[in-house]
């Protein structure tokens, strides 16, 4: 990690700044994907399985066979944790559920909102050699409590034609029953446009490599929703001299396992603690299979020494971290400094892993700054907020003539006149 | 309005197409305007409010004089009008402020969401003759209630360099303190880079022509958040044989008289009723100031005669209206088949127009088919809803084993040893 020392404030916004991602590229690649699925379909999807998975299949979807053999083939253990998560994911997600009021804002005018499920929504799960099933949990228990009426699971086979048992156990754990094996933008342009195997969708969630991101961009041309802009995974901890050190080394080194481009932040006011971590940093990164990505990630990644805790939660402000670990034993007095982060870890004993697998808040969260102005996934995803309104005669004689006014104001008249009518009938009434 | 009598379901999907929005030629010259704002700042801004909007200005921010002179100028019942509008869209999104609970998953697992203000939103009011001052109400007022930091309206001057007393008016009732006198594309390139005279915000609000739709979609490729797509205004009435034709009738052409392109779509299943409508509609076309532009929407309009009133629903959830009146007296039968819809109006004294003004509801609402997966502007728009988790002791012994097992089953080891740490630390305790 580099290290940088009291920086101005004139500094700290190219300290915040992430990697320029390199300029997309595929979008030829992409939009010929988009258009072969588009127009041919199912044929589409084995062709170019076949040619990218190097799978051949006879079936798209999942088989109740397949599913049966992977719940046999699923260690018990394995099983116990993913319901454990399960449970705890659920309590979290259906605490969002709200039913809000009838507000009657002038006498006779009544207003309220109502949650509604958007009806068909896609979740892509990327394939490769580590089952990310822990994403169909934070994606499908949310979807299920929405009641959405179709969710489709689309995740790439392996070679061999199947899909790893914890994918399909956690997919049947939680309801999911269409599991299709189609990955890539192959999949992306399936949910869109829709298939004989596949439905096309109202939104698609999901990571994915830079060919998914970039056919999730383009679907959204076709009037489909993604659940945000996607960027590499990041964590900024704040640490100060009550944290533990080897603690914060760990979850450093969490953030920085996930891939060569991901962002670790580390930040502080004692120049003893910030050495002590980068110390026990280095000691456990030799210990990690996947030492060699993170030791990429980490010639990326900062350390800073800043003068004060108020400057720590600006600068934090600034760079609006995805995950933001206090590691503290005094959380409280920094919480409300908080203005802009993806998912928030108080305290030493809060590392980012509970949150991305079992404390039961989601792990799809808004990276690349987009703390600043977007939310991570929740209920509300997967949800429209509908609003209704219901004028009783009082209602409409209370606010008519306000509107009629405002209305003539704009010079829509025929907006006025609908006001109008109404009024003159109640004259008559 | 072109009548379509008992369609078949094959040709719903037909009728539900929203005409192919023009494709967009301004691409470069909207490119040209926003390099020209990013590169040359107020200068720029300057110039090319000279070159559109022929106004020649020596400060682009209103001042506090000409405020003062606005409240003078905009007359008392009209200031009622809008008073009262104020006060049930502020009942109304103040509703929407909800405390959530903090959740107890596992023991010494809390997890809880929060939501906080996006800090800097701008306000994008188009120019024109008729000044959008409902619109400020609209967008202003969930930002006041959310407490966003900086709220920047923009607006087009006339070619004198004023903006309209009622705009004026409205802003500073609803406590906004910037209004910059900037319009098109080159008002949303300064809200997204930042100039000297107007900061750049995180989200960008507001409807505008194609320039600024197109300029805020581009402003999305630099980590500004926009409201929502873009779309031409439509609305779709289901008018049983307890509506009011005269009433209908107006909400119809209420929404014909918003722009040529505007869709109007109505559906019944009493062939009486509906041309009693149509012959009520085609009276009242004739008394409208804006009966050409309303006379070309019509041409595009639809009167849809069904089978039954859940076909009626069907069609309406497939077409996803952004406005949909239930016209009945019986509008409590039909409020759970409603999927699709931006915002619902019920029953026959619930005109459109309530909603567009004065009733508290946000006018703000997803078209063009988006009502499937996307919510209307409301007090969430202003606000990201971050989570914080806080593990005890007792909560990292609780759920670590699950993430120990659940990491390795991912192939994450630094995940898993992040937990590993801490167990063990607690076990020497």
Chains 1, 2 share one sequence.
């Not at 961009?217 to 900024?236: C, F, H, R, T, W």
């Not at 003068?307 to 939660?313: A, G, L």
């Not at 309104?389 to 003539?408: P, R, V």
Request: charged share 20%.
């Amino acid at each position: 990690m580099k290290t940088f020392k009291y920086p101005t404030q004139e500094k700290w916004a190219a300290l915040a700044q992430r990697p320029t991602l390199p300029k997309n590229e595929l979008n030829e690649t992409v939009n010929n994907i988009m258009n072969d699925v588009k127009q041919n379909g199912d044929e589409a999807l084995f062709r170019l399985t076949e040619e990218f998975d190097g799978a051949k299949l006879d079936n798209l979807q999942v088989s109740d066979q397949e599913i049966e053999e992977a719940i046999n083939a699923v260690p018990d253990e394995l099983k116990k944790a993913i319901e454990l998560a399960k449970n705890n994911i659920t309590k979290f997600h259906k605490s969002q559920q709200t039913e809000e009021a009838i507000i009657e804002t002038s006498v006779g005018v009544k207003c309220w909102r109502k949650s509604i499920a958007i009806e068909k929504v896609g979740l892509y799960i990327p394939g490769g050699t580590a089952p990310l099933f822990s994403t169909i949990l934070m994606l499908g228990i949310p979807a299920k409590i929405a009641s959405c009426k179709e969710i489709i699971l689309c995740t790439p086979p392996a070679k061999d034609g199947t899909i790893n048992p914890a994918i399909l156990y956690t997919a049947n754990l939680i309801g999911i029953n269409i599991v299709v094996k189609c990955g890539g933008a192959q999949a992306i342009a399936a949910l869109c446009y829709g298939t004989k195997s596949i439905a096309s969708v109202n939104k698609i969630f999901g990571p994915g490599n830079q060919y998914v991101t970039s056919a999730k961009e383009k679907a959204q041309n076709y009037g489909v929703a993604i659940d945000m802009p996607a960027g590499p995974s990041e964590v900024l901890v704040i640490a100060d001299e009550t944290c533990n050190p080897i603690f914060v080394a760990a979850d450093l080194l969490s953030q920085a396992e996930h891939g060569a481009d991901s962002q670790v932040i580390l930040l502080g006011i004692n120049e003893f603690t910030l050495a002590k971590i980068e110390e026990e940093l280095n000691q456990q990164l030799e210990q990690l299979p996947r030492k060699e990505i993170a030791k990429k990630a980490l010639l990326n990644s900062k350390t800073i020494l800043l003068n004060s805790m108020n400057d720590c939660f600006d600068f934090s402000n600034l760079y609006a971290p995805e995950h933001l670990i206090i590691a503290s034993e005094n959380t409280n007095l920094y919480i409300d400094q908080i203005i802009n982060a993806g998912s928030v870890f108080l305290g030493n004993y809060s590392c980012e892993s509970a949150g991305d697998y079992a404390s039961g808040t989601n792990h799809t969260l808004p990276t690349n700054g987009y703390a600043r102005n977007y939310s991570g996934v929740s209920l509300d995803s997967f949800v429209k907020k509908v609003t209704f309104q219901e004028l009783s005669k009082t209602g409409i004689q209370n606010i008519g003539n306000a509107i009629e006014l405002m209305a003539e104001a704009e010079e829509l008249m025929a907006h006025k006149n609908a006001v109008t009518v109404r009024l003159k009938a109640l004259q008559n009434d």
